[in-house]
T-cell receptor, first 111, second 112 residues
Framework: RKEVEQDPGPFNVPEGATVAFNCTYS??????FFWYRQDCRKEPKLLMS???SGNEDGRFTAQLNRASQYISLLIRDSKLSDSATYLC????????????FGKGTMLLVSP | GAGVSQSPRYKVAKRGQDVALRCDPISGHVSLFWYQQALGQGPEFLTY????????KSGLPSDRFFAERPEGSVSTLKIQRTQQEDSAVYLCASSPVVDTQYFGPGTRLTVL
């Protein structure tokens, strides 16, 4: 079983739609959690951290369920510019960050 | 300010050649990481430096891969006797504190 699993998609949605991505991780000792965004042929960029209490940043909401080892990302009112690959990321070390990435979920937002 | 830079951006090597990939982290960042990203996959951890000390090299796939950061700033990832399976994007990231990593644009290596 892979350490971080995501549905690769692609998710094809129209502008304005709400879309949700899910991710599961296998290491129960994982310390911190993130969503990164990666545009085609570009480097990954941090979208947001994920906390057990849930956190929101504009149209983006992230949730963590430690008991189920499950992470989610909700995007409301999708924009064309949201088209990208969304990477679920887990840090299992307490002392430093060796990030473990999922394969990514591709989102395509169409007019 | 300047972000993480990597050079070359693209490298084509013949199988068996040695290559050296350079990373210039953000000034003052203590931590530096190398990742390998194969086509259609997420980045996979290769190695981690804290200043000049290589604290974790558990992700290096074979002894053909070697990384150094002799003065605690610029880092070089060297791959000896390249193989086709080494073809990937090699990403460098630096960090001032735990968790927040800033990635460079990567070096796309193609081994023929």
């Amino acid at each position: 079983r892979k350490e971080v699993e995501q549905d690769p998609g692609p998710f094809n949605v129209p502008e304005g739609a709400t879309v949700a991505f899910n991710c599961t991780y296998s290491n129960s000792a994982s310390q911190s959690f993130f969503w990164y965004r990666q545009d085609c042929r570009k480097e990954p960029k941090l979208l947001m951290s994920v906390y057990s209490s849930g956190n929101e940043d504009g149209r983006f909401t992230a949730q963590l369920n430690r008991a189920s080892q499950y992470i989610s990302l909700l995007i409301r009112d999708s924009k064309l510019s949201d088209s990208a690959t969304y990477l679920c990321v887990v840090n299992k070390n307490s002392g430093y960050s060796t990030l473990t990435f999922g394969k990514g979920t591709m989102l395509l937002v169409s007019p | 300010g300047a972000g993480v830079s990597q050079s070359p951006r693209y490298k084509v090597a013949k199988r068996g050649q040695d290559v050296a990939l350079r990373c210039d982290p953000i000034s003052g960042h203590v931590s530096l990481f190398w990742y390998q990203q194969a086509l259609g996959q997420g980045p996979e951890f290769l190695t981690y430096f804290q200043n000049e000390a290589q604290l974790d090299k558990s992700g290096l796939p074979s002894d053909r891969f070697f990384a150094e950061r002799p003065e605690g700033s610029v880092s070089t990832l060297k791959i000896q006797r390249t193989q086709q399976e080494d073809s990937a994007v090699y990403l460098c990231a630096s960090s001032p504190v735990v968790d927040t990593q800033y990635f460079g644009p990567g070096t796309r290596l193609t081994v023929l």
